[in-house]
């Protein structure tokens, strides 16, 4: 298959890249390169992907629609996967300029090349975000979602209703999928992971909001692209509408476009997670407790039954396993960077 895929400089773009790129498919790959962190590892990231024949990077800004014009000529995609935007809850709280352009006016040039190039699938990444401070848990899909706590969530949840809205009017399959707390390898410098990790090993003390009672439904990020590449055949119609006993289809009755989240259901105390990085590293952390943060929310829980209905999986790797393999890439990643900033500059 062909795809498109927006933000493979990123964390959970650049795995789903390489996973369909090493089974044969042909990717081109849009992202902006934006400096919300460190670039150096965006070029990383693409500089593996490019390794592959068969990737084709188009580098340009989410809003501009030429650029992603000249994504979707390098090859007709079968299928667009929207995963680019500005991402990160607390952040959204400094600049909420960035969500309004890259969430809401770059998802809307996404679905106007959809609407042009007509593919088979449009599969949009939302976030869990959307479920706000929702006290009904597991949170099912068809759950109340609409007080987001945050700029970042009500730009997620708008981007799924302007999807409803261009399957409907002009027939283009989507399917929305909602992220839970995803984590590992190449994970974003910003993420509580890379920090944790960052700060033991730096010595410096990890600052550990809601005093460590909160709660997050962790989801590694291997787990998510089987997730996706899975989705990926499963088109929104009437025939694959499930009708499992106890499992609610979120098809919608006027357009080919569903809602799906993506989570295990099992979530575990923001305490617990940084014990289970502390064994991983191998170090105790000095540990700074802190208040809530302003849009931060007590939980998150998926409810994966719909997904599960779906593709026959749902995201099953242990924390423990999921954070000893990030902590193992991060000590070599900081290797090679270090042995990199040694090497001499090359004379042209």
């Known amino acids: 298959m062909r795809y498109l895929i927006t933000g493979t400089a990123g964390f959970i773009g650049f795995h789903l890249a390489r996973r369909l790129l090493e089974a044969g498919h042909s990717v081109t790959g849009f992202d902006g390169m934006t400096p919300y962190y460190d670039v150096s590892l965006k070029r990383k990231r693409h500089?593996?992907?490019?390794?592959?024949?068969?990737?084709?990077?188009?580098?340009?800004?989410?809003?501009?629609?030429?650029?992603?014009?000249?994504?979707?000529?390098?090859?007709?995609?079968?299928?667009?996967?929207?995963?680019?935007?500005?991402?990160?809850?607390?952040?959204?709280?400094?600049?909420?300029?960035?969500?309004?352009?890259?969430?809401?006016?770059?998802?809307?040039?996404?679905?106007?090349?959809?609407?042009?190039?007509?593919?088979?699938?449009?599969?949009?990444?939302?976030?869990?975000?959307?479920?706000?401070?929702?006290?009904?848990?597991?949170?099912?899909?068809?759950?109340?979602?609409?007080?987001?706590?945050?700029?970042?969530?009500?730009?997620?949840?708008?981007?799924e209703a302007m999807g409803h809205s261009y399957a409907h009017l002009y027939k283009i399959?989507?399917?929305?999928?909602?992220?839970?707390?995803?984590?590992?390898?190449?994970?974003?410098?910003?993420?509580?992971?890379?920090?944790?990790?960052?700060?033991?090993?730096?010595?410096?003390?990890?600052?550990?909001?809601?005093?460590?009672?909160?709660?997050?439904?962790?989801?590694?990020?291997?787990?998510?692209?089987?997730?996706?590449?899975?989705?990926?055949?499963?088109?929104?119609?009437?025939?694959?509408?499930?009708?499992?006993?106890?499992?609610e289809d979120t098809l919608s009755r006027h357009a080919p476009y569903r809602i799906v989240n993506i989570g295990g259901g099992q979530p575990i105390e923001l305490i617990r997670f940084v014990e289970t990085v502390e064994a991983a590293v191998g170090e105790p952390a000095l540990r700074r407790m802190l208040p809530m943060q302003k849009g931060d929310v007590p939980r998150t829980f998926a409810l994966p039954d719909l997904l599960h209905a779906l593709t026959g999986y749902k995201p099953d790797t242990p924390v423990e396993k999921g954070v000893l393999e990030f902590v193992h890439w991060y000590r070599e990643w900081k290797r090679e960077s270090a042995v990199a900033e040694q090497l001499p500059e090359t004379v042209s």
Do not use: C
């Open 47 to 159: 500089g593996i992907l490019e390794t592959y024949r068969n990737f084709d990077p188009v580098i340009g800004a989410l809003e501009d629609m030429a650029a992603l014009d000249r994504a979707a000529a390098v090859e007709q995609p079968d299928a667009i996967i929207h995963l680019a935007a500005q991402a990160g809850v607390r952040y959204s709280l400094e600049n909420p300029q960035a969500y309004v352009t890259s969430n809401l006016t770059g998802s809307w040039t996404v679905l106007e090349l959809a609407k042009r190039v007509q593919p088979k699938h449009l599969l949009l990444a939302s976030s869990s975000s959307i479920y706000g401070a929702n006290e009904k848990v597991p949170f099912a899909e068809t759950d109340h979602a609409d007080e987001p706590l945050t700029l970042y969530a009500a730009t997620k949840k708008a981007m």
């Open 173 to 247: 399959p989507t399917t929305a999928f909602r992220f839970f707390t995803v984590y590992g390898p190449w994970g974003r410098p910003d993420m509580a992971l890379f920090k944790f990790t960052d700060a033991i090993l730096n010595g410096r003390p990890l600052e550990i909001y809601g005093e460590g009672k909160m709660s997050r439904d962790f989801t590694y990020i291997d787990d998510l692209v089987e997730s996706i590449v899975r989705l990926v055949d499963v088109v929104p119609a009437e025939e694959n509408r499930v009708t499992v006993p106890g499992v």
